[in-house]
């Protein structure tokens, strides 16, 4: 079963998209924000990132460019999922080593499509 | 200084500062109490979409019984059923008035068969007779007589053979009709009873059916449709996950606005005179106050969404899903019940043959002894004209001497006529009575045989075809349970939504006051503020835009500091740009 990570500072965001992804047979951790997330991608491998861009702590961009650096993370899927649709603010995710960028709010079916073709 | 004094000296009209501070306040209330409330609903959400997916498993399951061929042809199945059955009772009574018919015949020609026998018995005693006078007449011709003798013998035999021969018959015919009169007075009730009870069991064949049809036809549409509603119910819920992210937008929304109004606040606080900066605060504060607006309009939006669903969700009524699997269950006991029935009169039909066969059998024996009676009728004729030829030749040698035996040898003649013609009545009844009761025995034999054979066949195939439906109705009824306490908790859950979903009409409340406040604190400075610069605008842009992170806010600010077209409440609704790099 594929494991994918899902970063955000809300909490009913992270709900959201735990129950699509776990509803579509994902198995779903969850992160408070970047550190929380590098953290966790330390401690287990997984699959795929969806992360927020705006976090306390450590942004989205921050974060990305940190957990590329960890071993096996190098190629992993990684989204942004945010309500930041800024040319510029894509450009600096896609320099940070983002896969792809959505913008919320999402649709449940959308966001698995997308997923289901990143994860392999 | 909070409260300021008008023109006319009275404390009352909070200052610029203090309005700011309030709507801050206000704002930093609704941002609790909506994260709240939120929370409560993603909660309740998740389950209540969990619930929503088992009725669907539930209601599938049941949906794929349905489709099963064997559940959609037990209607036809049964109505083959009652045509064979409707065939077999037919055959049967046309079987059974044949019969009937049979053992009248039969009961005719018993009669014509006593009728013989006593017209033989009156032969033989004038073959007796005829014999007593030979006797004498031999006796009296003495020598001449002795040619004779075997005369008065053969009609004595004659006598004694016919005697037996009618006596005989007569006792089996006798025994024969007293026995037919009995099978015939049963077979007659029994075709009464017969008559009347398949009446009764084709009516409640054709009731059963009509009702099953009826339960079927609800079977197949009842949970196709509750299947099509709760779908529409969980294409709803999947909106909620989009309507709980726009709540993510307007708090972001909520709190950039928080934190410029205190900006502005501290700005004010720092101003000598109130024309300092008033330019610049005013025009914040009037892009704050849109900003308000806009998150105010696409809460009541995404409640709006909420709520839609709770009533679809409301709607759902699972009673007829409940009571469907009970109704099959019901229809198919039913029918079972008319199976056994048949099953029953299958078996009493079974019975009704084994006595037709012993009626029928009792024709063998009856016809057999007849055949015996009609060889030895014919054996006598023939002695009997071979004698009346030799007696006549006898008689002519002798001449006027013979004329006594004359007389006998022409009685005998007459006799042997007479017996011949019975002979031949006996032949022809005999013949009769093979012909009907052979043809009766094939045709009870031929059409019993079949049509028991297919309604045999019709009633495995229906047994078949009930065990299968009693298996989808089991489903059913197991799963109409489960669904209507699914739906009974999805109710309830729907309410805990709808009221928490209630509580959110506070929040939109405060944030409209929060928006009144703004809106007085602008009115205040405003006759202070000189007109923007494009520097100042530029500088305004920057300063908000630092801290903005979506489009909407970005459309806002332009419309507000530019006058372009504000845009409409729910934009923030639309998202979904998908980009792969």
């Known amino acids: 079963m594929k494991r994918i990570l899902s970063v955000d500072d809300s909490p009913s965001v992270r709900q959201m998209v735990s129950f699509t992804l776990r509803k579509a047979g994902y198995e779903v951790g969850e992160a408070c924000d970047g550190c929380d997330a590098l953290a966790k991608a330390s401690q287990s491998k997984f699959d795929m990132i969806i992360t927020d861009l705006n976090m306390p702590n450590l942004d989205g961009i921050q974060m990305i460019s940190s957990v590329r650096t960890i071993a096996g993370y190098a190629f992993t899927p990684i989204l942004m999922l945010t309500t930041e649709s800024h040319p510029e603010k894509k450009d600096a995710g896609r320099k940070a080593g983002a896969t792809g960028w959505i913008v919320k709010p999402f649709n449940g079916d959308h966001l698995l499509a997308v997923v289901q073709k990143l994860v392999r | ?581």
């Open chain 2, 1 to 581: 200084m909070l409260f300021a004094a008008n023109e006319h000296g009275q404390i009352g009209t909070p200052t610029p500062r203090a309005a700011v501070d309030r709507a801050c306040a206000l704002l930093e209330r609704a941002l609790t109490t909506t994260g709240e409330d939120i929370r409560a609903i993603a909660a309740q959400f998740e389950s209540l979409a969990r619930d929503v997916q088992q009725v669907l498993n539930l209601t599938t399951e049941i949906v794929e019984c349905v489709q099963q061929d064997w559940v959609q042809s037990i209607v036809p199945v049964a109505q083959a059923l009652a045509s064979s059955a409707r065939r077999f009772i037919e055959e049967r009574i046309d079987s059974l008035a044949a019969i009937s018919n049979v053992f009248t015949g039969e009961a005719t020609m018993l009669e014509n068969l006593l009728s013989l026998t006593t017209e033989q018995r009156s032969i033989a005693r004038e073959g007796k007779t005829l014999g007593v006078l030979a006797s004498i007449e031999v006796a009296r011709l003495a020598e001449a007589g002795s040619r004779f003798e075997y005369m008065a013998r053969e009609l004595d035999e004659f006598s004694a053979m016919v005697s037996l021969g009618a006596a005989e018959v007569r006792t089996e015919a006798e025994q024969r009709r007293k026995t037919l009169i009995d099978r015939r007075r049963k077979l007659d009730l029994t075709l009464q009873r017969r008559t009347s009870h398949f009446k009764v069991i084709e009516t409640e064949l054709g009731d059963a059916i009509d009702a099953m049809n009826s339960a079927l036809s609800n079977f197949a549409r009842i949970p196709a449709d509750f299947q099509t509603c709760v779908s529409l119910i969980a294409a709803n819920i999947a909106r909620i996950v989009e309507a709980v992210q726009v709540q993510d937008v307007t708090r972001q929304q909520t709190e950039h606005v928080r934190d410029l109004l205190k900006q502005v606040s501290g700005e004010i606080e720092s101003s000598s005179t109130p024309e300092d900066d008033s330019a610049h605060q005013n025009a914040i504060l009037k892009v704050q106050a849109f900003q308000v607006q806009s998150a105010c309009a696409n809460t009541q939006a995404w409640v709006d969404e909420v709520n839609h669903c709770l009533e679809g969700i409301l709607r759902i009524g699972s009673s007829d899903v409940l009571a469907i699997g009970k109704s099959i269950i019901e229809q198919e006991l039913a029918l079972s019940s008319q199976l056994a029935r048949i099953e029953q009169l299958e078996q009493e039909c079974a019975a009704d043959d084994a006595e037709i066969e012993a009626s029928l059998a009792g024709i063998s024996e009856l016809t057999r002894i007849t055949k015996t009676h009609l060889t030895r009728s014919r054996q006598a004729r023939d002695r009997m004209q071979l004698l009346n030829f030799n007696s006549m030749i006898e008689a002519r040698l002798l001449g006027k001497q013979a004329s006594a035996v004359l007389e006998i040898t022409r009685n005998i003649g007459r006799i042997s006529t007479a017996w011949s013609a019975l002979t031949d009545r006996s032949g022809d009844t005999l013949e009769d009575l093979l012909t009907s009761s052979s043809s009766a025995e094939e045709t009870h034999r031929l059409k019993t045989h079949q049509s028991i054979q297919n309604l045999g066949n019709a009633r495995d195939e229906s047994n078949a075809g009930l065990a299968a439906l009693s298996r989808a109705a089991a489903i059913a009824h197991s799963n109409g349970d489960r669904v209507h306490a699914a739906v009974s908790a999805i109710h309830d859950r729907s309410a805990t939504l709808g009221r928490v979903a209630g509580h959110l009409a506070n929040s939109i409340a405060l944030m409209q006051e929060a928006q009144d406040e703004i809106q007085n604190a602008s009115r205040q400075i405003e006759p202070y503020a000189v007109a923007l610069t494009h520097e100042d605008r530029q500088r305004i842009e920057n300063e908000c835009a630092a801290i903005y992170s979506c489009e909407l806010e970005r459309l806002i600010l332009s419309a507000a500091l530019n006058g372009d077209e504000m845009p409409v409440s729910g934009a923030a609704l639309v998202g979904n740009d998908v980009e792969l790099f």
